[in-house]
T-cell receptor, first 115, second 113 residues
Framework: NSKVIQTPRYLVKGQGQKAKMRCIPEKGHPVVFWYQQNKNNEFKFLINFQNQEVLQQIDMTEKRFSAECPSNSPCSLEIQSSEAGDSALYLC?????????????FGPGTRLLVL | GEQVEQLPSSLIVQEGASVLINCSYTDSASVYFPWYKQEPGKRLQFIIDIRSNMERKQTQRLTLLFDKKTKHLSLHITATQPGDSAIYFCPSLNVGDNSKLIWGLGTSLVVNP
């Protein structure tokens, strides 16, 4: 069973506001992924980290999001200026590595509603 | 971009029935296929996986079959229970693409008592 922790579980913001969510990966997992799941079950990869370094991020994340995974602190994902289209479930996953069969284990998600 | 397709999109069965969930993917470089179950309001739960050098994997009531030539997977669930009701996802993973998962839209399974 996954032990990834995400806070808060729910977040309500107005358009233009910042929205910040946090993730504590499983102990000993140096790789962290963030995905967005919309109400139609479409998943979008946002960014991933190995230790504190960004491995890959999509254009949207680079332009509108701020993300980090500092050592000895929770990882965080922050939307700088929320838009209605950002309303979704934000999922954090962690894994032991990037190899074959390094399973990604998920947190419960942060559900963001942008009014 | 690379895609995963899942069929059917939804299934409704009576408790005790067997079900088959099908997945196909497009990325020939995909090497790992974890399956997840998502119950309403709960986190994605890892249930079974298979590597591209395997053809079959079984655990309790789950049997996962993989055909590399046709890029197709199928998950067979036997003796279904109401607790199996969930959305099932079968993402693909390409380690050469920073191991990000490529997802389909899921298969919704409802098991009626």
């Amino acid at each position: 069973n996954s032990k990834v922790i995400q806070t808060p579980r729910y977040l309500v913001k107005g358009q233009g506001q910042k929205a910040k969510m946090r993730c504590i990966p499983e102990k000993g997992h140096p790789v962290v992924f963030w995905y967005q799941q919309n109400k139609n079950n479409e998943f979008k990869f946002l960014i991933n980290f190995q230790n504190q370094e960004v491995l890959q991020q999509i254009d949207m994340t680079e332009k509108r999001f701020s993300a980090e995974c500092p050592s000895n602190s929770p990882c965080s994902l922050e939307i700088q200026s929320s838009e209605a289209g950002d309303s979704a479930l934000y999922l954090c996953a962690s894994s032991l590595g990037l190899g074959v069969q390094d399973t990604q284990y998920f947190g419960p998600g942060t559900r963001l509603l942008v009014l | 971009g690379e895609q995963v397709e899942q069929l059917p999109s939804s299934l409704i069965v009576q408790e005790g029935a067997s079900v088959l969930i099908n997945c196909s993917y497009t990325d020939s470089a995909s090497v790992y296929f974890p399956w997840y179950k998502q119950e309403p309001g709960k986190r994605l739960q890892f249930i079974i996986d298979i590597r591209s050098n395997m053809e079959r994997k079984q655990t309790q009531r789950l049997t996962l079959l993989f055909d590399k030539k046709t890029k197709h997977l199928s998950l067979h669930i036997t003796a279904t229970q109401p607790g199996d009701s969930a959305i099932y996802f079968c993402p693909s993973l390409n380690v050469g693409d920073n191991s990000k998962l490529i997802w389909g839209l899921g298969t919704s399974l409802v098991v009626n008592p």
